[in-house]
């Protein structure tokens, strides 16, 4: 069965990376505590042809990390496809395992950070050792207009991917940033469970994001 992942090739994502020592503990410790789960950094999902470009934070521990696929089974993801899946990039409104046959249409998830970081709250140091793999992915398609960072974390990834200084784009939600090579990149609070729950982040609020995203598309 197709799991739609990008290919595994050791530069744009390697599934045995343990260049983060604190990270590749928590795996291992996660793999011991939870035989079943996926606990291995975790590999880009969508379409390689994408026009968009969704970079999120890392992975959750009981979602992607156990699913081995982003955004799956977890409480972020709920929001994520039902939003992706209603303006015309996902084939369907949940994501409910990495083998249920859903596809990404014109669109990509990626994320900061590939392996589970304990709390939800990687390093400085190893967002800074995992950005070479988004860094290999943006480049293998420069020409893909929109990327839509999930949170500040992620947006300054996608701007050191692209050797871009964070500090002369600011972070908000639904800020607009044209970049230099052409592409734009959005921002949106991130669709985690604490952002959605305290209302900082509502599906409306989210649906404009995606809805800006498509009217963009579509003008290209």
């Known amino acids: 069965m197709t799991h739609q992942l990008w290919p595994s090739d050791g530069v744009v994502f390697d599934r ?6 604190r990270l590749a503990r928590f795996l291992a410790d996660g793999r011991k505590e939870h035989p079943d789960y996926y606990c291995a950094p975790v590999a880009p999902f969508g379409d390689p042809k ?7 934070l890392a992975p959750g521990f009981h979602g992607a990390n156990a699913s081995g696929r982003p955004f799956t089974g977890d409480h972020a993801g709920l929001l994520l496809y039902r939003t992706l899946h209603r303006f015309g990039f996902a084939s ?3 994501s409910k395992s990495r083998d249920d046959g859903l ?24 967002i800074r050792t995992c950005n070479r793999y988004l860094t290999a992915e943006l480049a293998r398609k420069p020409a893909a207009p929109l990327l839509l960072a999930l949170g500040s974390i992620a947006h300054n990834a996608a701007l050191r991917a692209r050797a871009l200084k964070p500090s002369e784009y600011k972070f908000g939600h639904a800020a607009e940033h044209e970049l230099p090579n052409g592409q734009m990149l959005l921002n949106s ?4 469970r604490y952002n959605t ?17 498509r009217k963009l598309l579509d003008e290209r």
């Open 103 to 126: 596809k990404l249409i014109d669109c990509r998830i990626s994320n900061s950070v590939k392996c589970v970081p304990p709390e939800n709250k990687p390093t400085p140091a190893e």
């Open 189 to 192: 609070y991130h669709c985690s």
């Open 92 to 94: 369907r409104p949940e």
């Open 50 to 56: 994408a026009r968009l470009i969704i970079v999120g």
């Open 16 to 21: 045995s990376c343990t260049d983060c020592p």
């Open 197 to 213: 729950q305290t209302g900082r982040l509502t599906e409306k609020m989210f649906a404009d994001v995606f809805a800006r995203a």
